[in-house]
């Protein structure tokens, strides 16, 4: 059972690039999250999931897209880097929300040069 | 003020001590409480849930106290394998993570 998991593992792009970060569960969680982690800050929210085919914002949404077509995988794209967006990566899946403890992918380090 | 919060620590404490902290969150609605445990450069791992009467796993106790708004971790008998940082996490609509309180054991 792998759980959550994520890649790339490591990723360095220069300033303007896009790329996709895949987070794909095999537990037939219906929520799935994506947070970012920056030194001395908890996790934040960037956009989470409720259910295949819907999206929603987050608490640090700007610079980053979403998207849920199926169920077990939820990307999140950056159209246009920047260095700001150097962090860690974490997504996440759980059953439900309320009450609900959540699963980590073991992240993704992404550097912006 | 932060939703939630948490003292950073460091807590540098020797093997086989009792260290404890809490972390204040401010919506009093919140319903679930969680600690989570993240080594360094890891993904957070879910350590306890909270729950209202207190509860305990092995070495490990939390409490929540609503009328103060704040949750608490003690560790009993303190292992080297428990140096990491716990995560305080609020669960209202949404889950609220603090920044992190750092437990370093040393032989």
């Known amino acids: 059972n792998a759980g959550v998991t994520q890649t790339p593992k490591f990723r360095v792009l220069k300033t303007g690039q896009s790329m996709t970060l895949l987070c794909a569960q095999d537990?037939?969680?219906?929520?799935m999250y994506w947070y970012r982690q920056d030194p001395g800050m908890g996790l934040r929210l960037i956009h989470y999931?409720?259910?295949?085919?819907?999206?929603a914002k987050g608490e640090v949404p700007d610079g980053y897209n979403v998207s849920r077509l199926k169920k077990q995988n939820f990307l999140l794209g950056l159209e246009s880097a920047a260095p700001s967006q150097t962090s860690v990566y974490f997504c996440a899946s759980s059953l439900a929300n309320q009450g609900q403890p959540q699963h980590f992918g073991d992240g993704t380090r992404l550097s912006i040069l | 003020r932060k939703e939630v919060e948490q003292d950073p620590g460091p807590f540098n404490v020797p093997e086989g001590a009792t260290v404890a902290f809490n972390c204040t969150y401010s919506?009093?609605?919140?319903?679930?409480f969680f600690w989570y445990r993240q080594d360094c450069r890891k993904e957070p791992k879910l350590l306890m849930s909270v729950y209202s009467s207190g509860n305990e796993d092995g070495r490990f106790t939390a409490q929540l106290n609503r009328a103060s708004q704040y949750i608490s971790l003690l560790i009993r008998d303190s292992k080297l394998s428990d140096s990491a940082t716990y995560l305080c996490?609020?669960?209202?609509?949404?889950?609220?993570f603090g920044a992190g309180t750092t437990v370093t054991v040393r032989a």
């Open positions: 919506n009093s609605a919140s319903q679930s």
């Open positions: 996490v609020v669960n209202d609509y949404k889950l609220s």
């Open positions: 537990m037939n969680h219906e929520y």
């Open positions: 999931s409720v259910g295949e085919g819907t999206t």
